[in-house]
């Protein structure tokens, strides 16, 4: 596997401590700045891109990756939670949930 693109977002839940919606945010932010056309590029079909997507939150289990499988229309998927992003305070005592995202678009390129 080839790693062609890596694409970066970030995304947050104001109000509710919702990392699943944090983390839809970020892949939103990540994807809607380009159209991803590298299968075509390379004469493969869509569905044999490599997509691993990598998700930073402050409670990495609280992200439910099946809910953001829907974004992608097509692809393989595999996603990674880790510990990052920010769960800023508030004065009301709950924080801004702040999620990180690291897209990575990979093909089986011939040598």
């Known amino acids: 596997m080839t790693r062609l693109l890596t694409e970066f977002g970030m995304g947050t839940s104001l109000r509710r401590q919702d990392y699943t919606q944090a983390a839809k945010r970020?892949?939103?932010?990540?994807?809607?700045?380009?159209?991803i056309n590298l299968a075509e590029l390379y004469g493969q079909p869509k569905e044999a891109m490599q997509i691993t997507v990598e998700?930073?939150?402050?409670?990495?289990?609280?992200?439910d990756t099946d809910a953001l499988r829907d974004i992608f229309?097509?692809?393989?998927?595999?996603?990674?939670v880790v510990q990052g992003g920010l769960d800023v305070?508030?004065?009301?005592?709950l924080p801004t949930v702040i999620a990180n995202v690291a897209l990575s678009i990979?093909?089986?390129?011939p040598a």
């Open 26 to 35: 970020a892949l939103q932010d990540a994807l809607w700045h380009n159209s």
């Open 55 to 63: 998700i930073g939150v402050q409670q990495p289990d609280r992200v």
């Open 73 to 80: 229309p097509y692809g393989q998927l595999t996603f990674v």
């Open 89 to 93: 305070p508030r004065p009301d005592g």
């Open 106 to 109: 990979a093909l089986e390129l």
